[in-house]
C-alpha cells in the first residue's frame, strides 16, 4: 500500500495526471480505500506543493498542473466518496468567493456533503454575493457553503453575508464557510454559522444545521 500511495504522491507533485489517474486506479485494485488515497496520498502532496510555492521552488505553473492532476485523481474518487443513492437531506449551495479561482477544497467538500446525503448546487469559482443570494432564491437552498484560499478574498465573506442580510433572507439559510486562511475565529466575528477545518468535519457541520 505505501508504494502505490508514494506514486500517487509523486505523481500529483510532478503535476502529473496520467501517472495519478493509473495509480489512483491501481490503488483502487488494491483495495486501498479512497479515503486513504486522498489522505495519505493526495492531499499532503498538494500541501508540500503549496510549501514549494511559498518556498520560491515551485511556480504557478507548477500549482496548475499539480492542481489538474490532483482533479483528475478527485474525479475517480468521487463516486466512492459520494454515495449517489441517498435521498437528499437538504440543498447546499456550494461556491469559491469572487475573485478567487480556487476550487479542489470547495468540491471535495462538495463531494463530502454529497457522500453525506446532501443535494450539492454548485456555483463553481469566483462567485459574486449576488450569483449566491440568486441561487439560494431560485432553488430553496437551505445551506450555503462558501470556500475561500486568499487572504484578500476573504473579506467577500461577509459581503456575502450582507447580501443575503439585504435581500431579507439571512434567517432562511444557514451559511457555513472554510479554506485555508478560514479560521473558527473569522467564522463567528462574520456572523457565519459555521465553519470547518476539513472536508469531512464539512459534512457533520452541515448534518447539524438539519437534525
Ligand atoms: C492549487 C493552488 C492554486 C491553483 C488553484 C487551482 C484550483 N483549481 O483550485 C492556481 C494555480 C490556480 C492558484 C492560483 C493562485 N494562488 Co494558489 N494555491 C494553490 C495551493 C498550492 C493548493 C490549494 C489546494 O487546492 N489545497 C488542497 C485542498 C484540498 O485544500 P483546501 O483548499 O485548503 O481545502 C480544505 C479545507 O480548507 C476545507 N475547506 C475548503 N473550502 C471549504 C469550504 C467550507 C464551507 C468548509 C466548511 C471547509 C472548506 O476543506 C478542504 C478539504 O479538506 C495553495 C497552497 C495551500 N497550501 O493551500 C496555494 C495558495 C492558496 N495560493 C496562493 C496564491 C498567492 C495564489 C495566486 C495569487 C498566485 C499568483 N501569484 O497568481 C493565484 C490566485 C488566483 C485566484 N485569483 O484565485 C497562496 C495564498 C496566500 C494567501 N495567504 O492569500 C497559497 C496559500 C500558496 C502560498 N503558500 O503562498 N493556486
Request: hydrophobic residues 25%; proline residues 0%.
Given at each position: 500500500m505505501e508504494a502505490i500511495l508514494e506514486k500517487i504522491s509523486k505523481g500529483v507533485l510532478e503535476g502529473d495526471l496520467d501517472a495519478v489517474t493509473e495509480s489512483v486506479k491501481a490503488a483502487l485494485d488494491e483495495k486501498v480505500s479512497a479515503e486513504a488515497i486522498l489522505k495519505q496520498g493526495m492531499m499532503p502532496a498538494m500541501a508540500e506543493v503549496g510549501q514549494l510555492f511559498e518556498d520560491g521552488e515551485y511556480f504557478v505553473p507548477e500549482l496548475l498542473v499539480a492542481a489538474r492532476a490532483m482533479q483528475g485523481g478527485l474525479e475517480i474518487l468521487k463516486p466512492l466518496l459520494a454515495d449517489e443513492d441517498v435521498e437528499p437531506v437538504a440543498k447546499v449551495v456550494t461556491g469559491t468567493v469572487k475573485?478567487?479561482?480556487?476550487d479542489i477544497g470547495k468540491n471535495l467538500v462538495g463531494m463530502m456533503m454529497k457522500g453525506a446525503g446532501f443535494e450539492i448546487i454548485d456555483l463553481g469559482a469566483d462567485v459574486t454575493p449576488e450569483k449566491f443570494v440568486e441561487t439560494v432564491k431560485s432553488t430553496g437552498a437551505q445551506i450555503v457553503a462558501m470556500s475561500a484560499l486568499l487572504t484578500t478574498t476573504m473579506a467577500n465573506m461577509p459581503a456575502t453575508i450582507k447580501a443575503f442580510e439585504d435581500a431579507g433572507m439571512r434567517d432562511s439559510v444557514k451559511i457555513m464557510i472554510g479554506g485555508a486562511p478560514v479560521t473558527d475565529d473569522f467564522a463567528k466575528k462574520i456572523g457565519a454559522d459555521g465553519y470547518a477545518p476539513d472536508a469531512s468535519q464539512a459534512a457533520k457541520v452541515a448534518l447539524t444545521f438539519v437534525s
Open positions: 475573485g478567487d479561482l480556487h
